[in-house]
C-alpha cells in the first residue's frame, strides 16, 4: 500500500500479478510522484476505491473474481464514480481486446509491458479529460 503525500494524485492500481504491482507501483511513485494505493483483485480494488477515492485507476483485464471490464463498467454506471479517470493496461494485445477496453469506457489501453512514462502520460491525458471531452469520447466510439 501507498503513503500520503501532500498534494500528490493518488492512484490505485489493481492488478493480480504480485511483481508487477509492486513494480508499477514504484515506479509511478518514482517517475510519476503520485501517491500509489494497490489492490490484488477486482472486489478489493472496488472497495479500495471507495475508501482512498483516488484521481485515477489503473487495472488490468483479467483478474479473479470482478475482471478489469467489469470494474471500468462498474465505475462508470455509478453516477458517483463515472467521471473517474481509468486506464486499463493488459497484456491482451488483440485489436478486439484493446477496443473492448476502451468501449467499456476506460480513457486509454495500454500494453504489457509498459513504460512507466507512457503510463504516467497516460494518466496524466486521463486525469486531465473534462468530463465534456470524455462524455464526447463516449459518443463517439457509439458511433463506430
Known amino acids: 500500500m501507498g503513503y500520503e503525500r501532500p498534494n500528490a494524485r493518488r492512484v490505485l492500481v489493481i492488478d493480480d500479478d ?4 509492486t513494480a508499477i507501483s514504484e515506479g509511478l511513485d518514482l517517475v510519476g510522484g503520485f501517491e500509489v494505493m494497490t489492490a490484488t483483485d477486482g472486489i478489493s480494488g472496488v472497495e479500495d476505491f471507495f475508501v482512498m477515492r483516488p484521481d485515477c485507476v489503473v487495472v488490468d483485464v483479467r483478474m479473479p473474481g470482478l ?3 467489469q470494474l471500468v463498467r462498474a465505475l462508470r454506471g455509478d453516477p458517483a464514480t463515472a467521471q473517474t479517470p481509468i486506464v486499463v493496461l493488459s497484456a491482451l494485445v488483440q485489436d478486439d ?4 477496453g476502451i468501449l467499456t469506457g476506460a480513457d486509454a489501453y495500454m500494453i504489457k509491458p509498459v513504460r512507466l512514462v507512457d503510463l504516467v502520460q497516460a494518466i496524466d491525458r486521463a486525469v486531465n479529460l473534462t468530463s465534456e471531452e470524455r462524455l464526447h469520447l463516449s459518443k463517439r466510439l457509439l458511433d463506430l
Open 18 to 21: 504480485p511483481g508487477l504491482l
Open 67 to 69: 475482471n478489469g471490464y
Open 97 to 100: 481486446e484493446q477496443l473492448a
